[in-house]
């Protein structure tokens, strides 16, 4: 078989959403490993919930969106077969969740003594302690609201926690009403532990659902309660912003925050004893269809379990805590900037700390001799020590230049935040390109020194990273970062910020690949440079690793090289549309997944490039939105140290690893690999933690 086009016909790719379905039951996998630590199990199942939830509230929400529309048909599959596809796939992951949690992980918390009291099951004295509870922390702030010509069913926030209750009777008013709805304040803990000595144990917890199922009742005086069952919506989340109608990006998205929480209902999760009648009339109020109601038999919302394990205090039933580490040359060098200059230093998240950075900057905004600061924000969180540093840079007086990513999905609100207080603080803040989403992550000081000769200059400094900017992932995301002085990828560096904060024709960079502008072209151009070598008979061969690939043309060129011989690694942590090992196509492509419990974020590019071994590293996976509707910055390493370095620790590791990887087949199917009889395990995680970890 031998194809030449622009892009694979639909035979050839695989769906998206199904692809990200399959990477959810790999993360479920996890939870369902015995070798695990328990409490890390159960994280792992509110992972797969948490990331269900986004699924549902940008992707599927997408997808409704097109058939509503009338989407034609894709591949030779209509798009409500499509959808009904993906939603048995959903339902199949769920009730896999579920089963899992009733059956083993719940089990086997109990015999550590880490219990979920039933209602059916509490003593008295707990019941009089949970009472309590209900009367001074919950009845104060709870809101019923009963369903009559004055009261119509209310606006239910996404994601909240909710029960619909029948009721008989007549209150007060002599209103017969038979159904209210309470909506949970979020204010209150989903899960609250009992005092020992009501239990007998050290982890003993009531859930809040049951809590007021217990005694809802209390909010309906003089009525009988029937039945009561808890509920949840998730919600249409996407933003859209008409460019032809902004006039200020900031203002418009700060009104458009307010109805994210309102959106179109895409799904419904209802407890699994929740009579025909209520589900039935739940439904017809979000408008939903049968097969986008999930029935659950437990709690509705399995992200609220992710607080267990920071209430428990059973390190043994954690993964071992670790310290990063530091390079050697940074902790014999007290001056960061006399070391970059010295050579390059690179970084390996979580492995090695991410404190230089947050030093670098912190040692910026301290020193006189630091003129100007340019920073690329896309999610740093609420509480970011890197923005104080930005913060106190700007209120010494120092140049001070941010580009705030507004449209980062679910950070906007706290991106808002950090932009005002910049700008309160006398920073100059941009939101970048509007239609474009800035994706880099780019640092870039300016400092005042002097040359060899004694003669003034302007030095630049530049950090590039593969991942946010944002401590508290680099503990849990795998990521690189390059701190460089190098003149010409800092001159690349200094271009970039001057499009985004500017306007002008985008210059030619020296050695950045930059989206929307030559990062695809640049990327297809090596590709085809490793084919062109194979069909000359020398060797041809590429190893990338990324979070997502899905763009049709540079797959396609993908396929090009196979067929010219070259050997092909693809690390594909989530979605990969590629269909690898097919004869004549795609035989000489390897594609594996690897989970673990580190999230792989980084993204490496590595060609071999006649010997010369290309090695990139990039903030951009290779799909249509990051080529084209992103501004992103793929860097070359130059320092052949760090090359080899990024090979040693980025790339081996993960193609040898034999009990964390999964490998797809041409249908898209992955296989957990394990180690064979009588060979050693390896893990990639495992191996980067012992060899640089502190």
Known sequence: MTLSMTAPTPEFLLNRELSILAFQRRVLAQA??????LLERLKYLCIVSSNLDEFFEIRIAGLKEQLRQGAPLAGGVSPQAHYREISREVHDIIAEQYS??????????AEENIRFLRRSLWTEEQRAWIHDFFVKEVMPIVTPVGLDPAHPFPRLLNKSLNFAVELEGKDAFGRSSNAAIVQAPRALPRVIRLPRELTGIDYGFVFLSSVLHAFVGELFGGMSVLGCYQFRVTRNSDLFVDEEEVKDLRKTLQGELLQRNFGNAVRMEV??????????????????ERDEIYRVPGIVNLVRLMMVPDKVDRPDLKFPPFIPALPRSLDKRADLFAEIRSRDVLLHHPFQSFEPVIEL????????????IRMTVYRTGTDSVLMEQLLRAARKGKEVNVVVELMARFDEEANINWAAKL???????????????THAKMLLIVRREDDRNGEPLLRRYAHLGTGNYHPRTTRFYTDFGLMTANEEICEDVHQIFKQLTGLGHAEKLRHIWQSPFSMQSSVIAAIRAEAEAARQGRKGRIIAKMNALMEPQTIQVLYEASQAGVEIDLIVRSACALKPGIAGLSENIRVRSVVGR???????FYFLADGEEKIYLSSADWMD?????????CFPILDAKLKRRVIREGLKPYLTDNCQAWEMDQDGKYRQKQPRSNASRHSAQEILLQELGG
Request: hydrophobic share 40%; net charge negative.
């Open 423 to 437: 700008e309160d603080a006398g920073a100059h803040v941009v939101y970048g390109v509007f239609g474009y989403k």
């Open 100 to 109: 899992l949690l009733n059956d083993k992980i719940l089990p086997r918390l």
């Open 271 to 288: 407890a699994d004893n929740c009579s025909p009648q209520m589900c039935e009339f739940l439904q017809q109020q979000f408008g939903l």
């Open 625 to 633: 939105r990051n080529f084209f509707r992103r501004i992103e910055a």
């Open 361 to 372: 900057l912190r040692d910026a905004a301290d020193d006189p001799q630091v003129v100007a």
């Open 598 to 604: 580190f999230l792989e974020h980084t993204r490496i």
């Open 32 to 37: 369902g490993d015995e070798t695990v630590p």
